[in-house]
């Protein structure tokens, strides 16, 4: 069974850069097409796609944060990874990993992250 | 970049009561719309995709249709199992973007 899970820092300090990573088990490795796609959630906003990351390493990102995130794959390690830079109280959220293959999408539980100094 | 508006923002229900729920698109988006039901502490769950394909283990008291930019949500029969908040979704190759929600409280 399909698994990820998102780790990271539950606290980061504004201005400073959110790192996530995104674990996937259970999933083979070059097992047909796949990504990773970011979201995140807050009670003010709601759902908010941040970005999504291809195996190839191409990424497309929500225009409202492009100019600060990256999202990237490592398709050996069977994970992705989110950085978001320049952060403040308004990144705080619950961050999701959702991994899509074939006709399937498995999300993460999500972690929650605070921009709190 | 297109906009999804959801109504009603919260809906009072009871057991055994048929609900709709509606999603608007600011422009004609085909088929590209999912509905996702999410309880609190949870992770969205995929409800329907394509507007109307059942995901599977989904019970068929949930129903989804529309076309083009208006697109309703219909669960016939509530169970207290389905009270939580509702989400309407359109996805396409390089976006995505997610209606405000629709909270289905007790009545």
């Known amino acids: 069974q399909v698994q990820v899970q998102e780790s990271g820092p539950g606290q980061v300090k504004p201005s400073q850069t959110l790192s996530l990573t995104c674990a996937v088990s259970g999933a083979s490795i ?3 097409y796949f990504y990773y796609t970011w979201i995140r959630q807050t009670a003010g906003t709601g759902l908010e796609y941040i970005g999504r990351v291809y195996p190839n390493g191409s990424p497309t990102y929500n225009p409202s944060l492009k100019s600060r995130v990256t999202i990237t794959v490592d398709t050996s390690k069977k994970q992705s990874s989110l950085k978001l830079t320049s952060v403040t109280a308004a990144d705080t959220a619950m961050y999701f990993c959702r991994y899509s293959f074939g006709t399937s999408d498995i999300w993460g539980q999500g972690t929650l992250v605070t921009v709190s100094s | 970049d297109i906009q999804m508006t959801q109504s009603p923002s919260t809906l009072s229900a009871s057991v055994g009561d048929r609900i ?22 949870k992770a969205p769950k995929l409800l329907i995709f394509e507007v109307s394909t059942l ?13 083009g ?27 995505e973007t997610f209606g405000q929600g629709t909270k289905v409280e007790v009545k």
């Open chain 1, 30 to 32: 070059g097992g047909g």
């Open chain 2, 20 to 41: 709709t729920i509606t999603c608007r698109a600011s422009q004609s988006i085909g088929r590209s719309l999912a509905w996702f039901q999410q309880k609190p502490g």
């Open chain 2, 55 to 67: 995901e599977n283990g989904v019970p068929s008291r949930f129903s989804g249709s529309g076309s």
């Open chain 2, 69 to 95: 930019t208006e697109f309703t949500l219909t669960i016939s029969n509530l169970q207290p199992d389905d009270f939580a908040t509702y989400f309407c979704h359109h996805y396409n190759s390089y976006f």
